[in-house]
């Protein structure tokens, strides 16, 4: 038992570290490479989409690994899984709450999103072999299908739960194939009773894999993320006038190809010149006629503006619109913009940051604060207890795809610093 | 009958204009309109494939008009027509050949190729019936698909008349729906005798519309073709790496789109600075996977890059080539070329454009040296005989549309500046 009460640990300032606890590998590796194995098709391709009859076989082992734990399993109306291991009833005391989600994309790794469920489950349980007693509960959660991939949105579940979308409507989803969200819920068994959003955390903390290249490419092994990308979503379409490529003279043309290109290295260029963490990707385009010997009439491409700070994310927005307004008078074309989506940045909790960054330290390791480019379940827990994420190193930083991979030592490292964090906050007060 | 050997005549320099003829306006433009309405489909869109059963009607009707204006009809063995007139007969003396084409790509308009070749037949008309006596032959041509749509490659009569392709290669050529060149000739009725070049010209002059927006935007009249631009298409084929629009800094990126862009604009502000008449246009891009949220892993462009100098266009294959040598290393990318087609430029007789020039000065009007653009027939025959060609203005430059038109005052003036230069080539030694 740790000497959580002794008053030479309560005067060191930040994080306290009561006994140098660490996280059982070979369990939570050999659980990881068990939960990648259901949901292979014949070729060896891993698909488990949201609340299809692999998810369900998925979470079957998910919450019998919970309940072998000795703790409480609670799923809720959205079909999110809780395991939650707490001397006071959930409720009563606010809980620390891991997590993330074990729904993947098509043809998939074995990491995103299962990597932080089965590590927040690792720590809770490693925490009780220890006889380790939390001042508080902590819990760890499987949000339902954050991936979106068969239904719409992605991080719906933890979406949900955080009330950013009204349970009926997310109930009443329809499929790409044309189920409805709540019957396949109740098909696959986790239609669960619990209200959503039962559990208010005290703290979320998703461990994750990067899913970019930032940490390896630097040497460091744990990101403190301390934000989470806003996204800007535009398609612009460009009309100009098809005309013939080798009659008509350069200063007579309204190329919409040509001013395609130049919104491309607009945006590009601006994103590489920042000094902050902004990005901005053109990732799909097409011209029209399309054909060798004919000038464009038509190009439609999209800009994907990425920003951790929402008055970045207007800046670059405002700065692209000011660009479109003069490239519509320079290049003799009349373009339209759509936007596709639109979500503000999140920053993540100070605290926790610090948390994650002290941990990382005492474990003789270098942490890196960066900010987050995708979406993850925490960005919406965010909106409801103080959050953050610890990422971990993903090779190439590769991701949603087969060569997703982590080193074992990676994995381990980024679960024992969540560890060190989680007993931090359950005990705290 | 002109006083052709007045000797106060002879001693004028250039153009000698013997007497103010003009052609039958109302018998020109009344046969474009009539060519103009065969081949119509049911919506009334006119489509005049090469060897089509419209082009053998087209055939016909421009035949009869021949005998009917008392010339020689002679058709070789690529179906190339001739109209001939002249004391002397075609073999002993060269002829003042006029013409161009009358088959048309899908959905065309009246004017492109039927224009030259009518008012070819109309000045040999106008001066038969002025009772011109011509010291040569003058002959009216109609080449065999010239639009290469149905059978590759295009301006494929004049060119195998100019002795730069086979006869039985172009005989064997299979069309896209399958048939057979030679064979369709001959079901037509367009497999002649005579061999092919069996004429060689004294001189060729094609008169046209100029498919480009030069002269309408100059508002001038008359062109007076000094060269047809060689043409360079290129195939650039971009490999980076796909990753998450997200997650990848932009400094780890390795962005076949931006490269691409980077290709587009490099092109377009080169030759827009450029104080030569060359151009360039990318009119077709891919992108793979073109997905909003990825960083394009591949991007494949074309590159038309024309320039009526040899030197000027290797200039630009020379300057590209350096450009994507250089973004290769800058931008870490992959780069692959591909040539689709290259064509030397051809300069067409000085002597012909002169005439031209003054011609349209005694008319009242204005001339402008321009390039060509577009390939014609007149390229391949510049390489057995001094040719030029004489252009029109085109309305907005639209050519190989319903919508392409030159006012009847143009087409009247182009023919007349026709007539002119015609008279003074089968005149003069």
Avoid at 4 to 11: F, G, T, Y
Avoid at 29 to 46: F, V
Avoid at 164 to 190: F, P
Avoid at 399 to 427: K, Y
Wanted: with cysteine; hydrophobic share 40%.
């Amino acid at each position: 038992m740790p000497p959580r009460s002794d008053p030479s640990c309560r005067k060191r300032p930040g994080l306290k570290i009561m006994k140098p606890l660490s996280v059982n590998s070979t369990r939570l590796l050999a659980r990881l490479q068990e939960l990648g194995s259901i949901g292979r098709d014949t070729n060896g391709r891993l698909t488990r989409l949201a609340l299809s009859d692999a998810d369900r076989q998925a979470r079957d082992h998910l919450v019998a690994w919970i309940r072998a734990a000795g703790l409480e399993v609670a799923i809720d109306r959205i079909g999110n899984i809780f395991g939650i291991w707490g001397g006071n009833k959930y409720g009563s005391q606010q809980p620390v709450l891991l997590g993330s989600h074990i729904d993947t994309v098509m043809n998939a790794g074995i990491y995103d999103g299962c990597y932080g469920v089965l590590a927040g489950l690792e720590v809770i349980q490693t925490l009780r072999e220890a006889g380790f007693v939390p001042e508080r509960p902590i819990a760890v959660a499987a949000f339902t299908n954050e991936e979106g991939v068969r239904f719409a949105p992605d991080m719906m579940g933890s979406l949900v739960y955080a009330g950013g979308l009204e349970l009926e409507t997310a109930l009443a989803t329809r499929s790409t194939d044309g189920a409805v969200l709540g019957q396949e819920l109740a098909r696959i068994g986790y239609a669960g009773d619990h209200a959503v959003g039962f559990m208010r955390p005290h703290a979320y903390v998703e461990l994750h894999i990067e899913q970019g290249p930032v940490l390896e490419h630097s040497g460091i092994p744990i990101g403190a993320v301390e934000d989470l990308q806003g996204i800007s979503w535009q398609r612009i379409m460009i009309e100009g006038q098809a005309n013939h490529a080798g009659t008509t003279p350069m200063a007579l043309r309204r190329d919409a190809g040509y001013a395609a290109a130049r919104i491309m290295t607009f945006v590009h260029d601006r994103a590489m010149a920042s000094k902050l963490s902004g990005v901005a990707t053109v990732g799909s385009v097409a011209f029209e006629p399309n054909a060798i010997n004919v000038i464009p009439a038509r190009a439609t491409l999209t800009v994907d503006l990425r920003n951790p700070n929402e008055t970045g994310l207007q800046e670059e927005e405002n700065a692209l619109a000011a660009f479109l307004s003069d490239l519509e008078t320079s290049g003799d074309v009349k373009i339209h913009v759509e936007i596709l989506a639109r979500s503000r940045p999140v920053t993540f909790d100070a605290r926790i940051i610090d948390l994650i960054e002290e941990a990382t330290l005492k474990r003789g390791l270098t942490a890196r604060r960066m900010t987050s480019g995708a979406g993850h379940d925490a960005q919406m827990i965010a909106s409801m207890a103080p959050t953050a994420m610890i990422f971990v190193p993903s090779h190439k930083g590769i991701s949603h795809n087969p060569a997703e991979f982590t080193s074992n030592e990676g994995l381990i490292a980024g679960a024992n610093v969540l560890l060190d964090v989680t007993q931090h906050l359950a005990d705290a007060s």
